[in-house]
């Protein structure tokens, strides 16, 4: 009999377990600067071709604006992507990667397909699909 009332701490034991393989991948491969957390702006910021508005960045991790606008500083901070304002609105503030920024694409492409290898193993593609189904209802209750 599966146990389905430790849920929260299981999929809190995943997440510490997914971050460490990534922040020994990242060690590996001597990136500073840069956090588990900041996978999500990081991989949307990498399909972007021009800069885009902190909003868009907010939307697309569907993170509280401070924490992105934390992560942002950071990744500024390292020269991994810069800020700047809107010349006609100035309540907009837009992002992109730098060149250095940039340079991380083979690292994250390989980071997220070895994070992806060693979450999914050899679960068929259907289970993929119905597992992530599920934890998308789980997240939509939590947010009512």
């Not at 809107?86 to 503030?93: E, G, Q, W, Y």
């Not at 083979?106 to 599920?134: A, H, P």
Request: aromatic fraction near 4%; hydrophobic fraction near 35%; charge should be positive.
């Amino acid at each position: 009999m599966v146990d389905v009332n430790g849920i929260a701490g299981q999929i809190g034991r995943i997440r510490e377990k997914a971050n460490a393989l990534i922040e020994k991948e990242l060690k590996s491969r001597r990136l500073k600067g840069i956090v588990p957390a900041h996978g999500p702006v990081l991989a949307f910021l990498l399909r972007q071709s021009k800069p885009v508005p902190i909003r868009a960045v907010v939307e697309s991790v569907r993170r509280v604006k401070s924490t992105v606008t934390v992560t942002i500083s950071t990744l500024e901070k390292h020269g991994y992507l810069r800020k700047f304002p809107c010349d006609t609105d100035t309540r907009v503030t837009y992002v992109e990667l730098t060149p250095k920024g940039r340079r991380l694409q083979k690292d994250f492409d390989e980071i997220s397909e070895t994070l992806r290898s060693r979450l999914y193993g050899r679960m068929s593609r259907q289970d993929r699909e119905r597992l992530v189904e599920q934890l998308d209802n789980i997240e939509d209750n939590l947010s009512q």
